[in-house]
């Protein structure tokens, strides 16, 4: 498969506190190739109470005691918890970079990283991430990504 060798590339997103916490930090693994760039996904562990419509507070469940979730843990979920993939992607119409709750950008969009404008700016822009209100810039959040060994072709650190 053409996208195999770039199945050791990771991005780690950390410095969000606060509202979607838990959903933007943490280690993004390689999903596929989309509007020419790498995409990635994420699973995390949301209790179960939460429905369809209130999957924007996880930010508010980490706070509230949920650590497995709130720290990255494994997933693995159990008795009360439910698990929901999240989406990092480069989208050409925004030149941005979204977090998202579903593949085709339908769904909820919880934070942007841009806009990407140059060789080797890509993550490297302040963070706007969704408070339950509104908009709100957090430079905080800070993007490391990790090519992997041996570094895939064509791509840079």
Request: with cysteine.
């Amino acid at each position: 498969e053409a996208q195999a060798e770039f199945r050791s590339v990771q991005v780690d997103i950390a410095g969000r506190e606060g509202y979607n916490a838990m959903a933007i930090n943490g280690v993004w693994t390689f999903w596929r190739i989309r509007n020419g760039r790498l995409a990635f996904c994420r699973d995390i562990t949301l209790p179960a109470e939460l429905t369809d419509d209130e999957d924007e507070d996880e930010g508010d469940s980490a706070e509230g005691g949920d650590a497995d979730a709130a720290s990255g843990g494994d997933g693995a979920g159990g008795a009360g918890t439910r698990t929901a993939r999240l989406y990092l992607q480069f989208v050409p119409q925004v030149e941005a970079w979204l977090i998202s709750d579903a593949p085709d950008l339908s769904g909820t969009v919880l934070a942007d990283c841009g806009p990407c404008r140059g060789a080797g700016s890509d993550l490297q822009q302040h963070w706007r991430v969704w408070d339950g209100e509104g908009w709100r810039e957090d430079r905080n959040v800070q993007a490391t990504i990790d090519l992997g060994a041996p570094t895939p072709d064509g791509l840079e650190g």
